[in-house]
């Protein structure tokens, strides 16, 4: 039924006999030490009980009173934050926690779950119920801090209900122009958003409305906060920055007028009336065609401010107040590619680096991963290792807009963490991206992860099982950015399909073989993802070059290749710190994998790797691609039976189209390099069908 989507690996589906004999432990009674009935904590304990009923079938009691005493004559799973558990016994040592954190104990038959909030509370028991879901009864004694205070998520949903790059259905959010009656879908996601540790939603497109400031729709954002705040998820929105004059009726939006200034002090007070928790702001200011400060001559850090002053105005319960991520994505999409030194990849560092350390404190800089735009291989952005006294965050897409829109598998973690580990050198000292967006290499105190997720209201969220594990990934990274991606995605198999082995082998080797596959069958050597440029969904090659939008290969009969290089092209390698730099500046210390972003090359150019050419490379990493991807679908089939036959069907039609689509993939891009070259392949297979 729909349930198996719609919780996702929330199931808590009944524990095998064999696996149960531990499960005597888990105590019977629950000791939930919440403030009130739409408090985390309260959430916790119904989870709890839902949780043991549905793994172990067994009922459980919640009380919601101390207990005299607590220890080993009278087990229980006591929840709580620590200052409600310490006023009562004055024994928790709290020294250790940061803000979301929590303590687990399972000594016996006693569990202890402390948050340092009512949501680390909640986090706390979900990872109890993960260790139970996984038979898992040891004793354990586990503090666990975020890495980052940032863990964010982004939907690109529309008033109207619709999706900006979403694959799943209308809105779960919106229709219509409002928010949507029925807010059940919203608890749902929440719920499982808790689960992964997020902590906010910004529940709006990018490409922002201004009506979602009229007062029916605050009030309608209020609703959808409502929903959300049992489960310690904070709302969000963004932000129009022409609204004052498309909503306000006033003729300007300039950020340093006063009349402006008070026009958006007043939308946020009356935000905050009905949202007192609110998370912040999002915005994309002079990008693709949005209005922003640069129209009037102001600079990007005067336009975030004035966000960040009206939310400095509103502190809130958890003591942090809202924030403004604004985004770095910005460039300028009518580049003509004419001159050799245009590039967009300079972009996000040439807008911001000069305005670092003009930012208020509640201000972060949310930076997608790579220096375009979501492509299947980017090198890291360079603007992490431009700014010293501003925070930032990175944006991820659980989404995937150029990764072929949840009707291919791509498990993005490893993706993900070639960003995250990535080392800028910067003063020439450890300088991992991961450590720069928790704030630690540069002492911020902000700082995270923004996804861009974009769930709709099919049953799946995503529009596909298997995309799951992508958001759980993503949640648990954000936590914790050293987690192993295959360990991540071992968890979200047995939480979302049980214990079966051969289950587990499959998901396995599909998914932990499904980016580097559909970068073979895409786009090789960092040349992006050649995708058709308006739906970004199958091939268009040709497509590339001769835009605005600056995506571009170079490629002619001779070569291809962006030439990145300060000695004779863009400039793009002189962003990076002088260690990273010169490995990019030298074509011979470029890692293969992003040759083609730094350096133009004839077709005939040897690579250090294999020893083949670039041509050769193309033509055979675009049938290893597509090779690898017909392998997934008949893995899939020897399942049949050990899942229900819902979800089993559903992942195999898509595998099936995967492995179709692969082959359009690989003769298109081959086909049209073939052509334009007019290089054989050295095995014949291109050019003779
Ligand atoms: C991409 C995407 C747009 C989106 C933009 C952004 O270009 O295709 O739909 O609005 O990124 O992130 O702002």
């Known amino acids: 039924s729909a349930e198996n989507g719609l919780n996702g690996w929330l199931r808590y589906a009944s524990l095998p006999d064999n696996l149960r004999h531990r499960s005597a432990s888990v105590p019977p009674m629950i000791v939930a030490l919440n403030t009130t009935e739409t408090s985390p904590v309260y959430t916790a304990g119904k989870e709890l009980q839902a949780g ?6 067994r009922s459980v009691d919640i009380s919601h009173d101390f207990p005299s005493s607590h220890n080993s004559e009278s087990p229980c799973i006591l929840v709580g934050t620590a200052a409600a558990y310490n006023a009562k016994y004055g024994s928790a040592n709290l020294t250790s926690f940061t803000t979301d954190g929590f303590w687990l104990s399972v000594k016996g038959n006693n569990v202890l779950i402390l948050g340092q909030n009512e949501r680390g509370a909640l986090y706390g028991a979900f990872e109890y119920l993960s260790m139970v879901a996984q038979g898992n009864f040891s004793d354990v004694n586990l503090l666990s801090n975020p890495d980052a205070p940032v863990r964010w998520v982004n939907q690109w949903d529309n008033l ?3 999706i900006e790059r979403g694959y799943a259905g209308p809105s779960i959010f919106f229709s219509n122009g409002a928010a949507v009656d029925d807010l059940t879908r919203v608890s749902q996601y929440a719920r499982l958003l808790s689960s992964i540790r997020i902590n906010a939603v910004i529940v709006n497109n990018v490409n922002a409305n201004a009506s979602f400031l009229t007062p029916a729709n605050i009030n309608g954002l209020g609703r959808i906060a409502d929903a959300m705040r049992p489960y310690g998820v904070r709302l969000g929105i ?4 022409a609204s004052p004059q498309t909503l306000g009726g006033m003729n300007t939006f300039d950020p340093l007028d006063p009349t402006v200034d008070a026009w958006w002090d007043n939308k946020t007070d009356l935000l905050y009336q009905r949202i007192p928790d609110m998370a912040g702001y999002l915005v994309k ?38 924030i403004v991520m604004f985004r770095a994505f910005v460039y300028n999409n009518h580049i003509n590619e004419t001159d050799w030194k245009a590039d967009r990849a300079n ?27 979501f492509q299947v291989r980017e090198p890291t952005s360079p603007l992490f290792a431009n700014l010293f006294n501003t925070s930032t965050a990175i944006e991820l897409q659980i989404t995937q807009e150029y990764l072929g829109q949840q009707a291919h598998v791509v ?16 003063d020439s ?10 704030g630690q290499r540069f002492s911020r105190g902000l700082g995270g992860y923004a996804g861009v997720v974009n769930v709709g209201t099919n049953t799946t969220w995503l529009g596909s099982h298997m995309a799951m594990s992508n958001l759980y990934a993503y949640g648990r990274l954000a936590w914790d950015p050293a987690l192993d991606p295959q360990k991540m995605l071992e968890e979200w198999t047995r939480l979302t399909f049980g214990f079966d082995r051969s289950v587990m082998d499959a998901v396995t080797k599909i998914s932990m073989a499904s980016w580097p596959a559909y970068e073979n069958y895409t786009g090789n050597l960092g040349i992006q993802t050649l995708n058709d440029p308006l739906t970004h969904f199958g091939p268009n090659p040709a497509a590339q070059d001769n835009n605005g939008w600056g995506q571009w290969t170079r490629a002619d009969r001779q070569g291809i290749g962006m030439d990145r290089t300060v000695s004779n092209g863009t400039g793009f390698a002189g962003q990076y710190p002088p260690e990273v730099a010169k490995v990019y500046e030298n074509i011979d210390s470029t890692p293969d994998d992003l040759l083609l972003w730094f350096h133009h090359v004839n077709y005939t150019y040897h690579l250090r790797g294999s020893g083949e050419t670039v041509i050769q490379h193309f033509y055979n990493a675009h049938y290893a691609g597509a090779e690898t991807a017909q392998t997934f679908a008949t893995q899939w ?51 003779h069908h």
């Open 52 to 57: 043991i009923k549905g793994i172990l079938g």
């Open 160 to 162: 109207d209900g619709s």
């Open 238 to 241: 963004s932000l129009n920055f």
């Open 285 to 322: 200011a002079n990008s693709e065609g949005q209005p922003g400060p640069l129209t009037y001559n102001r600079t990007l850090a005067d336009g975030a401010n004035m966000f960040a002053r009206a939310l400095k105005r509103h502190g809130n319960r958890d003591g942090n107040g809202g």
């Open 347 to 373: 972009a996000a560092v040439d807008f911001f680096k000069h305005l670092d350390g003009q930012f208020e404190d509640n201000v972060v800089v949310q930076i997608k991963y790579g220096p375009i735009d």
């Open 411 to 426: 498990y993005l973690p490893p993706l993900w963490k070639t960003v995250l580990d990535f080392d800028l050198r910067v």
């Open 429 to 438: 000292k450890p300088s991992l991206v991961r450590d720069i967006v928790s």
């Open 637 to 687: 089939e020897s399942l049949r039976g050990k899942m229900d036959d819902e979800r089993f069907n559903d992942i195999l039609f898509k595998l099936k189209f995967q492995a179709g689509h692969s082959i359009v993939w690989r003769d298109a891009i081959t086909g049209f390099y073939h052509n334009l070259s007019g290089i054989p392949d050295s095995t014949g297979r291109v050019g």
